[in-house]
C-alpha cells in the first residue's frame, strides 16, 4: 500500500515520540497546594484526599523543603485557623496562621514562591466566603476584609496573593489596597473563573470550610456558562490581575482553551480534589494505572492552554517527570 503520508513513522520509538511532542510538562508548571494549621508536630490526613495531609507550620516548612528540592517552583497556602468567628478575622490578623507559615517558609526556603488563598471560607463559622447579611453573601463589606487579607499576607512575605472568593470588583480593590501600603511587586494570581463544582468535596474536608447553610452558587460561577467565564477573565485583567485562573480543571477543559484564546497573561488551572480522589481511588481499587491516569490527566490540562497547574499531585508528578 503505497500511502503518502504514515504518520506511525513519528511514533515507533520513545526517543522519536519525545521529540515531537507538541505538549510538554514539566515540574516548572506545577503548583502544590498546602493546609497549614495551628499547632506543633501535626499531621492530620485528610481521608477523602489519600497523600494529602493537615500541617502544623513545622511541617509545611519540612513539606516545602522537599517541594523545592524536587523542582516545583511554588506553593498554594490555605489556612485553617484557631479560632472562626462572622467575619473571618483569623484571615487578615498579622499573626494568622497563614501569615506565620509564610514568615517561616520565606526563611528556610527563600527561592520557593509562596501564593497564598485569599479568601474567609475557611475562617468563618458559617463557611462562606465573605460577610453574611440578611441571609447573603454581602459584597462590598466583603472586599473590605479581602484587601485587609491580602495585604496582610504580602506584608507577612508572600509573593503572590490568589483571591478565590469570586466577588466583584476584588482584584481592582487588592490591587489598590496594595499599591499604598507601597507592595507594589506583589502580582495578583486571580481565581477569575472559579465555578459552582462538585468536585470541591474532598477540599472542604481538608480546609474545614463547607458552608453551614446554603451553598456558593450566588457568587460563585454556573457550570454550564463558557461566555460569562470568559468576560470574568476580561474584567479581572482590566482590574490589574497579573494571571488568572480556571477552576477546577479537568471538567472545564474547554474553559481553559477559551480563556488561552482570549488572553495573553499567565493561564493557570486548578486540578481540584475531586479530580485528585477519583484517581487515587480508582488506582487504589486496581481500575486503572494510578501514575499514568495522573500524567496524563496533566498534561490534558496544559494541553488546553493552561500556563501553571495547580495540583495535588504536584510532587509525584515532579518524581516521575525527573
Known sequence: MNLPFRPRRLRRTPALRRMVRETRLSPDQLVMPLFVVPGQ??????????????????????ECKEVHGLGIPAVLLFGIPEHKDATGTGAYADDGIVQRAVRAIKEAVPELVVITDVCLCEYTDHGHCGVVEGGEVANDPTVELLVREAVSHARAGADVVAPSDMMDGRVGAIREGLDAEGLTNVPILSYAAKFASAFYGPFREAAESAPQFGDRRGYQMDPPNLREAVREVLLDLEEGADMVMVKPALPYLDVVRAVREAVD?????????????????????????GDAAML?????????????????????????LA
Open 41 to 62: 508536630g501535626v499531621a492530620n490526613a485528610v481521608g477523602s484526599m489519600p497523600g494529602v495531609f493537615q500541617l502544623s507550620v513545622d511541617g509545611i516548612v519540612a
Open 296 to 320: 496524563e490527566a496533566l498534561t490534558s490540562i496544559r494541553r488546553a492552554g493552561a500556563d501553571l497547574v495547580v495540583t495535588y499531585f504536584a510532587k509525584d508528578a515532579a518524581r516521575l
Open 265 to 289: 497573561v499567565p493561564v493557570a488551572a486548578y486540578n481540584v480534589s475531586g479530580e485528585y480522589a477519583m484517581i487515587r481511588a480508582a488506582a487504589a481499587n486496581g481500575w486503572l494505572d
